[in-house]
């Protein structure tokens, strides 16, 4: 007697039992695996990479590595705070330059898990789609022999015909909703099963899975969308005293930042001309409670259109959106030197400190006459001024009441020859002396509209001509804002669908009845859900109400007349009734 074993199986753990079978050589060697090799390794590589395990951890790690773009300045947005970082943190600040902390976006680290992202998403989702078409395009399952196995069931019996039944299951499983008619919810298949058994199967539900897929595409376009906007984006800020304008070229900008992929001659040279602007605010809070730019907008081909800029209500011009970003005065000077030359004339913007708009500005005169220093005057513009001491003034509220200059005078090298960028709300204190008076102390001068000071030790006067205001303008323009607007909903719509979307099976048998039920058609019905589903059995319940015709109630014999007492027999209709005491 032999023991059975399976043809082609023989390893180490099978030793023959009978005899006359050969042993197993005990010299062999211990069993060698097969290497994968660098096409192998390469496949496994990929089916990680393209797992969905993976995808999200990749996502995951892309959040977290955004995190130091929000904590450390960036080079691209604000070069200044970066410097300036640098020469506050003078161990750390090199490394993590090297690093690239101070370019996340666009740092090598950054850029790789983009791409692996990107791939993986594309690697995911590629086969699943292959996948899910042939699935669509399937039929749905034939219907189980034994459907007292499912969680939900319901039955009943009709006279009509078993056909006639299925199709009517399949008519209303392929009906679709109240407020998308044409859009089936069911996949139906009508089946013969011989005997005169006909059966009906649906599927629903692969809404989720497309859902799924829309989600996945999704992020894959706001990945492309992003990627191409950091390409071909720019934004600048300008400034735009009123009165005077600001034509749309790089070199009218303050500040200016744009992509890799930016082309300047792609800018559209329009014009814009602030007119006037208003600003309200609460008569007793002083808190700022509107504020409108009223401009004149010229672009290319067109006449001037009159427009206004509110906050949180950009203009739209040349394919960018036009954003108030601030606002203040604008104090019009005029500086003569020392031999009564005009060394400089016009608006200065004052940045506000505060919600009463004490402003600090910085006026630099590099031009003056012969051998005169240079000069540089610092101070605070008070829109509504109020002494508080003999030298101590302060705003009282942010409109232009009582405006008042507060300034202090330096003279020297202003240090604008060296090469080195300066801030132009600032004074480079290193070079120049502040002037003072006979007891040392600083020398401050108040000036207000319409009144002309003279500068100490000679070096000239100051006239304060005007007090116009200014905004400051902050144009941007992404040509993927749009495609990244319709990806994120299609993602959030993707994600609804596949996390409310049933999957739901549903089968409807028709056999003609035996016994009691002959000549009547008996009608079975099963339902089966991906996971906990409330909403199946109510659906079923639905199918087989419009599946099965309501059965006619049948109108009952009216009630005999009761016998007059015990043991009475009601008279015979046949049998005439004789009266009494009537002769036959």
């Known amino acids: 007697m032999t023991t059975y074993r399976p043809e082609g199986l023989d390893d180490a753990f099978t030793q023959p039992t009978d005899a006359t079978e050969p042993a197993a050589d005990a010299t062999a060697g211990p069993v060698q695996l097969p290497t994968l090799g660098f096409t192998g390794w390469v496949r496994w590589a990929w089916r990680q990479l393209t797992s969905m395990r993976v995808a999200l951890l990749l996502l995951m790690l892309l959040a977290v590595a955004a995190v130091p773009g929000t904590l450390f300045p960036q080079r691209a947005q604000d070069p200044a705070k970066v410097a300036q970082y640098l020469l506050d943190h003078p161990t750390t600040g090199p490394w993590l330059d090297r690093l690239g902390f101070f370019g996340v976006y666009s740092s090598v680290w950054f850029s790789a898990i983009y791409l692996l992202l990107f791939v993986s998403l594309v690697g995911c989702i590629l086969p699943r789609t292959t996948v899910h078409l042939a699935g669509v395009r399937g039929r749905p399952p034939r219907t189980p022999r034994r459907l007292g196995r499912f969680p939900a069931q319901g039955g009943g019996t009709t006279d009509d015909d078993a056909r006639t039944v299925a199709e009517r299951a399949a008519a209303t499983m392929r009906r679709g909703w109240s407020w998308l008619p044409f859009v089936p919810t069911y996949r139906v298949d009508v089946h013969d099963e011989g005997g005169g058994t006909w059966s009906a199967a649906g599927e629903r539900g692969y809404l989720r899975e497309t859902g799924n897929l829309v ?78 730019a009223h401009v004149t907008l010229t672009e290319p081909g067109e006449e001037p259109q009159e427009r206004t800029i509110k906050v949180n209500h950009p203009l739209t011009a040349g394919g960018a959106k036009v954003y108030l970003q601030g606002n203040g005065y604008a104090p019009e000077l005029t500086v003569r030197d020392a031999a009564g030359e005009v060394a400089f004339a016009g608006a200065v913007p004052f940045l506000p400190q505060d919600e009463v708009y004490t402003s600090r500005g910085v006026v630099k005169v590099p ?70 008076d006979a007891d040392g102390s600083a020398v401050t001068l108040y000036v207000r509209p319409g009144e002309t000071v003279e500068l100490p030790d000679g070096l000239g006067t100051l006239t304060f001509d005007g007090l116009p205001r200014f905004v400051a303008l902050d144009l941007r323009h992404d040509p993927a804002l749009a495609f990244v607007l319709v990806f994120s909903l299609l993602a959030f719509a993707g994600l609804a669908a596949s996390l409310f979307a049933p999957r739901r099976r549903v089968w409807v048998r028709a056999t003609p009845g035996a016994g009691d039920d002959a000549g009547r058609t008996v009608v079975t019905a099963a339902g089966l859900a991906r996971g906990d589903d409330v909403g199946l059995q109510p659906e079923l319940d639905r199918l087989l109400a419009a599946t099965l015709p309501p059965v006619p109630t049948r109108p009952q014999a009216p009630d005999a007349p009761a016998p007059a007492g015990p043991g009475a027999v009601p008279p015979s209709p046949s049998a005439p009734t004789v009266p009494r005491g009537s002769a036959t």
């Open 215 to 292: 989600f996945h595409l999704a992020l894959v376009g706001l990945l492309v969308s992003v990627a191409t906007g950091q390409l071909l984006h720019y934004r600048g800020q300008a400034i735009v005293v009123q009165g005077r304008g600001f034509a749309n070229a790089q070199v009218d900008y303050d500040t200016f930042e744009n992509g890799t992929g930016f082309d300047p001659s792609t800018l559209v040279p329009f014009t814009l001309r602030l007119d006037e602007f208003d600003a309200r605010f609460d008569p007793e809070t002083l808190q700022s409670r509107d504020f409108t």
């Open 367 to 436: 031009d003056v006459s012969g051998d005169q220093e240079q000069v540089g005057i610092v101070g605070y513009l008070l829109p509504t001024a109020s002494q508080v001491s003999d030298t101590l003034y302060r705003s009282t509220d942010p409109q232009p009441g009582d405006p008042l200059l507060v300034l202090s005078v330096w003279s020297g090298n202003l240090g604008l020859d060296t090469g080195v960028p300066q801030n132009v709300y600032e004074l480079d204190e290193s070079r120049m002396e502040q002037a003072v």
